[in-house]
C-alpha cells in the first residue's frame, strides 16, 4: 500500500472494504486514472478493455467498477448475471459524452446507408445504435472489414489514429480513404 493509506482510519476502512468484498463474493476493478489508494485495494487494475474482459471472466457475484459510467456499462453487457457497482454514480467521461444518443440517432436518420462505428468508451445506448464497437486497437482492423463502398458514420475521434494507420501521404490505401462523416 502506498503512503495514503497508511493513517489508522484509512487502515480501517481498507479492512472494511476487503471485508465486505469478501462477503458479497466481490471483485474490485479500478482503471489506470485512479488514486493509487484505490488501485491498491483492486483485484485488477488495467484500461477499460483489460478490465472489461476482467469482469467479463471473472466469477465473483459483484463486480466493483472504479472508473467511469461507460465502463461499468460494458461490464454489465458482458456479465448480465452480475451485480455491478459503480461508486461514483455521476463519474462521466468527457470523450463518451461527446456523441449523446439523441444526437447519434438523429444522424443515423440522416445516413440510414452509413455504417455506424462507435468506440469503446461510449454509452451503452451508443453501442447499441452502432453495427461496430472498436478500441484503439482494433479501429483499422474493422475499418478495413467494412467494404470500400460503404460510407462510414464514425463516433470517435481520428486523432486516436496514427498518421500511418490514416495514411495521410497515400490516401488509396488506407481504409479511412473513402466518405467517413462524424458527428
Same mark, same amino acid.
Given at each position: 500500500?502506498?503512503?495514503?493509506?497508511?493513517?489508522?482510519?484509512?487502515?480501517?476502512?481498507?479492512?472494511?472494504?476487503?471485508?465486505?468484498?469478501?462477503?458479497?463474493?466481490?471483485?474490485?476493478?479500478?482503471?489506470?486514472?485512479?488514486?493509487?489508494?484505490?488501485?491498491?485495494?483492486?483485484?485488477?487494475?488495467?484500461?477499460?478493455?483489460?478490465?472489461?474482459?476482467?469482469?467479463?471472466?471473472?466469477?465473483?457475484?459483484?463486480?466493483?467498477?472504479?472508473?467511469?459510467?461507460?465502463?461499468?456499462?460494458?461490464?454489465?453487457?458482458?456479465?448480465?448475471?452480475?451485480?455491478?457497482?459503480?461508486?461514483?454514480?455521476?463519474?462521466?467521461?468527457?470523450?463518451?459524452?461527446?456523441?449523446?444518443?439523441?444526437?447519434?440517432?438523429?444522424?443515423?436518420?440522416?445516413?440510414?446507408?452509413?455504417?455506424?462505428?462507435?468506440?469503446?468508451?461510449? /454509452?451503452?445506448?451508443?453501442? @447499441?445504435?452502432? #453495427?461496430?464497437?472498436?478500441?484503439?486497437?482494433? $479501429?483499422?482492423?474493422? &475499418? !478495413?472489414? %467494412?467494404?470500400?463502398?460503404?460510407?462510414?458514420?464514425?463516433?470517435? /475521434?481520428?486523432?486516436?489514429? @496514427?498518421?500511418? #494507420?490514416?495514411?495521410?501521404?497515400?490516401?488509396? $490505401?488506407?481504409?479511412? &480513404? !473513402?466518405? %467517413?462523416?462524424?458527428?
Amino acid at each position: 500500500m502506498n503512503n495514503t493509506t497508511s493513517s489508522p482510519s484509512s487502515k480501517n476502512l481498507v479492512k472494511e472494504i476487503l471485508s465486505w468484498k469478501k462477503k458479497r463474493e466481490a471483485v474490485i476493478l479500478a482503471h489506470v486514472y485512479q488514486p493509487g489508494e484505490i488501485q491498491d485495494i483492486a483485484d485488477f487494475t488495467g484500461d477499460s478493455l483489460f478490465l472489461s474482459q476482467q469482469a467479463a471472466k471473472t466469477k465473483a457475484k459483484v463486480i466493483v467498477f472504479c472508473g467511469v459510467q461507460f465502463m461499468a456499462e460494458t461490464a454489465s453487457i458482458l456479465s448480465p448475471e452480475k451485480i455491478v457497482l459503480l461508486p461514483e454514480i455521476k463519474a462521466g467521461c468527457p470523450l463518451a459524452d461527446m456523441a449523446p444518443a439523441e444526437k447519434v440517432k438523429n444522424k443515423i436518420k440522416e445516413l440510414p446507408e452509413a455504417v455506424v462505428v462507435s468506440y469503446v468508451n461510449s /454509452s451503452a445506448t451508443v453501442k @447499441s445504435l452502432s #453495427d461496430y464497437c472498436c478500441t484503439s486497437a482494433n $479501429a483499422v482492423q474493422i &475499418a !478495413r472489414s %467494412i467494404p470500400a463502398e460503404k460510407e462510414i458514420f464514425i463516433l470517435f /475521434s481520428l486523432i486516436t489514429l @496514427s498518421d500511418r #494507420d490514416l495514411s495521410i501521404s497515400a490516401p488509396v $490505401a488506407s481504409p479511412w &480513404a !473513402r466518405k %467517413i462523416r462524424g458527428l
